[in-house]
C-alpha cells in the first residue's frame, strides 16, 4: 500500500559500458532470472525493477539500460539523470570495452557526481579466450579505486553480489 511504498529506499542504477559487454543481459538475468543468446532489446523500456533486502530495509533497485543507444546525447541525460549508483561494465574477451572503463567512469562522475560505483568484469566464462590479465584488471580497479567483482550473466556467477553489494553500499550512505 501507500505507506509501505514510502518506507522504501529506490535506487537508480545505471549501467554503462561499451556495446556488447553484458549490459542488458546482466539486467535480464538478474530481475528475470533469463539468459539468452539474442535478446532483442527494446527501445522504449526504461528499466527493469527487482526488490531486495539490506538490514532489514526492504530496497527497490531501478536498472536502467540504454538499449544500446548509449552513444546518443538525448538518451543520455535521461539515462543519467537522477542516478544513485552504477555499475560499469566491461567483457572479458573484448580488450577495447576493458580500455573504454576509465572514460565511461568518468562519464559517470560528470553526468552524477560521486555515486557507489562498482567495477564489473563480465563473460568470465570465457577466461579461456581472455584479452585481459587478472593482474592488470586488478591494478585498474585498485588505481579507480573500485570494487571488482567478475561475474558470468550466461552462468549466473557473481551477479546478484554486484547488486547486493551496490545496494549495501548505498544506504550505508543515506
Ligand atoms: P550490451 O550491449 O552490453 O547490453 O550486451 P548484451 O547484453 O546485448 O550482450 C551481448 C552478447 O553477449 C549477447 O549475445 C549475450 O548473450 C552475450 N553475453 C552476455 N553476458 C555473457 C556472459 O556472461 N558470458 C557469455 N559467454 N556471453 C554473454
Not at 68 to 77: L, N, R, S, V, Y
Not at 87 to 101: G, K, L, Y
Not at 111 to 138: F, R
Not at 155 to 166: A, K, P, S, T
Request: aromatic fraction near 8%.
Amino acid at each position: 500500500d501507500l505507506y509501505e511504498d514510502d518506507l522504501e529506499i529506490s535506487i537508480k542504477v545505471v549501467i554503462v559500458g561499451n556495446g556488447a559487454v553484458g549490459k542488458s543481459s546482466m539486467i535480464q538475468r538478474y530481475c528475470r532470472g533469463i539468459f539468452t543468446q539474442n535478446y532483442k532489446k527494446t527501445i522504449g523500456v526504461d528499466f527493469l525493477e527487482k526488490h531486495l533486502r539490506v538490514s532489514d530495509e526492504e530496497v527497490r533497485l531501478m536498472l536502467w539500460d540504454t538499449a544500446g543507444q548509449e552513444e546518443f546525447d538525448a538518451i543520455t541525460k535521461a539515462y543519467y539523470r537522477g542516478a544513485q549508483a552504477c555499475v560499469v561494465a566491461f567483457s572479458t574477451v573484448d580488450r577495447a570495452s576493458f580500455e573504454a572503463v576509465r572514460k565511461w567512469k568518468k562519464k559517470v562522475e560528470d553526468e552524477c557526481g560521486l555515486v557507489p560505483m562498482v567495477l564489473v568484469q563480465n563473460k568470465i566464462d570465457l577466461l579461456h579466450e581472455s584479452q585481459v590479465t587478472a593482474a592488470e584488471v586488478e591494478h585498474l580497479a585498485k588505481e579507480l579505486q573500485m570494487r571488482l567483482y567478475r561475474t558470468s550473466v550466461k552462468e549466473d556467477l557473481n551477479v546478484m553480489n554486484v547488486f547486493q553489494h551496490l545496494a549495501e553500499n548505498y544506504v550505508s550512505r543515506v
